[in-house]
């Protein structure tokens, strides 16, 4: 059996969908033949709490050290605007308020490559004295926060132990890298620092196909896709509340403001009074409210349900329960290589999906490989009403349901346990 030493920065009772992938990684890694050890902040400070993972929590041995966040200290100067920022919520430039530009630009030139940088050092020194003590076959790093993989470059350095690096988003090709106001020489520091990590660690592993191209011309060192995934039942209900419920589950931040599907929406609800009679727009998850206003410029306030954050169970029934599920990308170059985990849990709710996101989407080809809706750019909008009365009016794609499993957890997990077995 190996051995494997992952360190994370996000676990239980941390929510959303950053404490997902490795918790099910975990799950599942002892059934192939690999014994994982954690490493956690003792004290972390997490945007999102959902206890309710805690109950999830594999039997698998916990390492904790102590962690210093400077999110703890920004609060005293305004906790809104720190938790805003913390949780990823960036809004657009002339949205920002004072506070949240001057915590930004901290934030991108103070802590390079993030807050969490102050962990790296008194981590090192934790781990080395475990590494000393057992025996590993690997070191595991994932990230964001990137100060991890930091973590694992300096112990890779001193044992020349394996070490695999997960990205789980890009570092500077990330969406928002360009909102926290680099100078010159902060971004080539980010930089520089991506570039080391990429080429001294032993295998990268990425959760998309446009990363995947990224990184292979950044480094000579192997890159693997292992997306993220589902590890729930697959949905065989049908919607039974006889409304037609167009859903999304997840932060709405105003880059993910798809004005032509309010505009196919509103043209729908007076112009055919059976779907006025029966729509609902259901949104769970923190709002931006550059989003709010638009729904509400559209005269959809009377249709909408805001629920905010709710736990990943609520979420998952949210999903089911659902007529369409709404999946929503900013519509950047950057952003084509982002597959939100919550589209795989979308996949096993089997409701058909309507993903409005950029040109030449990673989600598009699992969409279209999977049968499982239809993807559309921001410009569109006669096609995306044509799709949503074709929904209303009780079209249903025919699953490629093979295509889906293999998007669980566990097959995921063979991969994962494959790769560190080679």
């Known amino acids: 059996m190996k051995k494997v030493l992952i360190i994370t920065y996000y676990w239980p009772p941390a929510g959303g969908p950053g404490v997902q ?11 192939f033949d690999v014994e994982p050890v954690v490493y956690i902040p003792e004290n972390p400070s997490y945007p999102i709490i959902d206890k309710k993972l805690v109950d999830q929590l594999p039997e698998v041995k916990v390492l904790k050290n102590k962690i210093f966040e400077p999110y703890k200290f920004a609060e005293i100067f305004s906790k809104k605007d720190t938790e805003t920022i913390s949780s990823g919520i960036i809004e657009e430039d002339k949205k920002q308020t004072f506070i949240q530009k001057s915590l930004l630009f901290i934030r991108g030139n103070f802590f390079i490559p993030d807050a ?3 962990w790296i050092n008194p981590s090192v020194q934790f781990l080395s004295k475990e590494l000393n003590k057992d025996n590993y076959d690997a070191i595991i790093t994932t990230g964001p926060p990137h100060s991890l993989h930091v973590i694992g470059l300096k112990l890779k350095e001193k044992f ?18 360009e909102k926290l106001k680099l ?18 660690a032993d295998d990268l592993i990425v959760t998309s196909y446009t990363t995947q191209k990224e990184f292979q011309s950044k480094s000579s060192k192997p890159v693997h896709v292992i997306t993220n995934g589902f590890d729930i039942e697959m949905n065989d209900e049908e919607v039974k509340n006889g409304k037609f419920q167009l859903a999304h589950v997840g932060s709405l931040l105003s880059g993910r403001n798809p004005q032509n599907l309010w505009k196919a929406i509103s043209e729908l609800i007076q112009e055919n009074e059976d779907f006025r009679n029966k729509f609902e727009l259901l949104l769970a998850g923190r709002i931006s409210d550059a989003v709010l206003e638009s729904i509400n410029e559209h005269r959809m306030n009377k249709y909408l349900q805001n629920l905010g954050y709710v736990s990943h169970d609520k979420a998952v029934n949210i999903q089911r329960e659902a007529s369409v599920l709404l999946l929503l990308e900013i519509d950047s170059e950057e952003t084509k290589g982002i ?20 040109e030449n989407w990673d989600v598009s080809r699992i969409v279209e490989e999977t049968n499982s809706g239809k993807v559309f750019n921001y410009t569109e909008k006669d096609r995306l009403k044509s799709y949503i009365l074709e929904c209303f009016e009780g079209a249903n794609n025919q699953l490629n349901l093979s295509a889906i499993k293999k998007y669980h957890r566990k097959n995921l997990t063979k991969k994962l346990a494959k790769l560190i077995h080679d």
């Open 116 to 118: 969490r940088k102050f």
């Open 183 to 200: 100078t010159g020489k902060s971004r080539k520091k980010h930089e520089t620092l991506e570039l080391e990590v990429l080429n001294k």
């Open 339 to 358: 597959i939100p985990g919550k589209l795989f849990e979308y996949l096993a709710a089997k409701r058909p999906i309507i993903a409005v996101g950029p």
């Open 21 to 31: 992938r490795w918790l099910k990684f975990v799950k599942y890694l002892k059934d």
């Open 160 to 177: 020349g132990i394996r070490w695999i690096a997960d990205f789980r988003d890009p570092w500077t090709q990330i969406g928002y890298h």
